[in-house]
């Protein structure tokens, strides 16, 4: 059992920055493999970056390749997204999820957070 909490959200410009982060428990946080994901209004659930348990591997989708960093401190059992030269079009709520594969798909994985709003305006 992993759970998940989501914070760092909010509003900021385009071309500004945030950093989420996703506080997990559990025992098992360490071999969890984590993602965040993002669902804009009226828009299905997409995937963003991934990151392996080890925090060797990660996976960018290729809207935000170059600009935010997936990242995670086992010993702060937290994972990262640093988020930087933010578009509008970057704007929905953003959610953590953890589980045992290694994935860009939504479905694989088990444990989810309730998700952090951002907003960038134009």
């Known amino acids: 059992q992993v759970d998940v909490v989501e914070s760092g959200g909010g509003l900021v410009q385009a071309g500004g920055s945030l950093r989420l982060s996703c506080a997990a428990s559990?025992?098992?946080?360490?071999?969890?493999?984590m993602a965040w994901f993002r669902q804009a209004p009226g828009e299905e659930r997409e995937f963003v970056a991934a990151?392996?348990?080890?925090?060797?591997?990660?996976r960018y989708a290729d809207s935000v390749k170059g600009r935010f960093t997936i990242s995670r401190d086992s010993a702060k059992n937290t994972m990262y997204l640093q988020m930087d030269s933010l578009k509008p079009e970057d704007t929905a709520v953003y959610y953590c999820?953890?589980?045992?594969?290694?994935?860009?798909?939504?479905?694989?994985?088990?444990?989810w957070g309730q998700g952090t709003q951002v907003t960038v305006s134009s």
């Open positions: 999820a953890a589980g045992r594969s290694y994935s860009i798909r939504g479905h694989d994985y088990e444990y």
């Open positions: 990151i392996s348990g080890s925090g060797i591997i990660t």
């Open positions: 559990g025992r098992t946080f360490r071999s969890s493999n």
